[in-house]
Structure formats: C-alpha cells, structure tokens
C-alpha cells in the first residue's frame, strides 16, 4: 500500500533531550513537509523539502532541524532549544509543487510529542 | 496579509441534518488553490478536495459539496444529511506560492460533532 507513516505514534521526552521523529513516504512525492498543530489551531509550517538535500525553514523553524537524505525519508529532529515541543506533529508529502502547482499534500497519521 | 478564516469554532448538529463549514480566504495572487481536509479523531488529515481560482463550478461528491464565490473569496462546505461518521475537525488550506515554493496556510479548523 502506498503511502505515508510516521513512527512512533506517541512519544515522551524528558527536557532537555533532543528527539527524532521519523517520516517515510513510498509515493514517490519529491516534496515533503513537517507540520506542528496545538490543540485548538490550525496546522503551522516548521520545515519543507522539494527536493533530495535541500530543505527550507517554515514559519516556527526554530527549534527544529531536518534533513532529507533520501526522497522517501524526511526525519524531524526537536531539539531542546524548542522551548515548548509538546505537540501533534504531522508530516505531509506532495509530488512536485515546482511541476504542479497548488499539488495536495497528503498526510500520516502523526506523532504526538509530550514533554515530561 | 494571505489568510484562511473559519469563524465557527464548533458545530453540533444532530444526524440527518444539513450542516456547512464556512470558509474565507485572503490573497494577493490571481491564481490560487483551496483544499478541504477532515481531521478524524484518530488525527490523520484526510484530503477531501482541491479547487483552483479558475474553476467556478460547484461540486457534488456524495453526500458532500463545495460553493466556491470569488466574489466574496468563500469556499465554503456543505454536508447533507450528516452522519455520526462525519464527527471531525474539519479544515480549510491556501495554497501559498513564496520564492518558487509552494506551502499550504491552514485555518484553525471547524470541530463538527454529528449526535445520534
């Protein structure tokens, strides 16, 4: 089945620790994204990536690292400069936004992240 | 400033009847994109629909459908004869284009609760 997972589904994290959450997609999509989402708001931009070794901050970027060494995989980094982590985190993928303008990104299930 | 603005924060209806989540969005650009997304409780974002700037015609799938007016920048969702099964979060998206990439502005959401 073609699609996009997201590992874990919960997970806890001490402050102060760094933690990683994965995301892997088989769509064959070059374009993917990471999005945080509190309770009550809409879904904000941390870091997208159209392409295999480039990416670009979002609008709440900081905090957060990424890299894309690989198409299928997009993994999340929150470090413990992000001064309030706990939140759902969903990442997207979309197929080319430079080919296809307005593409949809489609979306996992999401993480959700508590800070202990 | 682009935008999406979904004044109802929350929607109780009871099953069987009629229900539409507003939408109101704000550009600068002439071409555009609007989506529609359902969030589940489960939290997954289900694509719903996609509708450029150029495409007028309202649209029908189901049970569900979509009246898009340029004129007062509203995409607005309607779904009849509700069903418990609809109970979600339901969102609405720009299509942003910013320096050659594209990202998607969220709303803060419509919660809609079908009860039985």
């Known amino acids: 089945d073609g699609g996009i997972t997201q590992s874990p589904k919960y997970l806890f994290r001490k402050e102060g620790q760094n933690v990683t959450l994965s995301c892997e997609q088989n769509l064959n999509h070059d374009a993917m994204y990471w999005y945080r989402q509190d309770p009550g708001q809409g879904l904000r931009l941390i870091y997208y990536s159209q392409i295999v070794n480039d990416f670009q901050k979002g609008d709440i970027a900081e905090g957060y690292s990424v890299s894309r060494e690989k198409k299928e995989s997009f993994p999340l980094t929150v470090t413990s400069a992000q001064k309030n982590p706990t939140a759902f985190y969903l990442c997207?993928?979309?197929?080319?936004?430079?080919?296809?303008?307005?593409?949809?990104?489609?979306f996992g299930p999401g993480t959700r992240l508590t800070v202990l | 400033a682009q935008k999406v603005t979904q004044a109802q924060t929350e929607i109780s209806v009871v099953e069987k009847e009629d229900v539409t989540l507003d939408c109101v969005y704000e550009?600068?650009?002439?071409?555009?994109?609007l989506f529609w997304y359902k969030q589940p409780p489960s939290g997954e974002l289900v694509f719903l629909i996609r509708?450029?700037?150029?495409?007028?015609q309202n649209e029908i799938s189901g049970r569900y459908s979509w009246n898009f007016q340029k004129s007062t920048s509203s995409f607005n969702f309607t779904i009849t004869a509700s069903q418990v099964v609809d109970s979600a979060v339901y969102f609405c998206?720009?299509?942003?284009?910013?320096?050659?990439?594209?990202?998607?502005?969220f709303g803060k959401g419509t919660k809609l609760t079908v009860n039985p």
């Open positions: 997207a993928s979309s197929m080319n936004p430079a080919l296809l303008p307005g593409d949809t990104q489609y």
């Open positions: 550009t600068r650009d002439t071409t555009y994109y």
């Open positions: 998206a720009l299509s942003l284009t910013q320096g050659g990439s594209e990202k998607l502005v």
């Open positions: 509708r450029n700037s150029f495409d007028e």
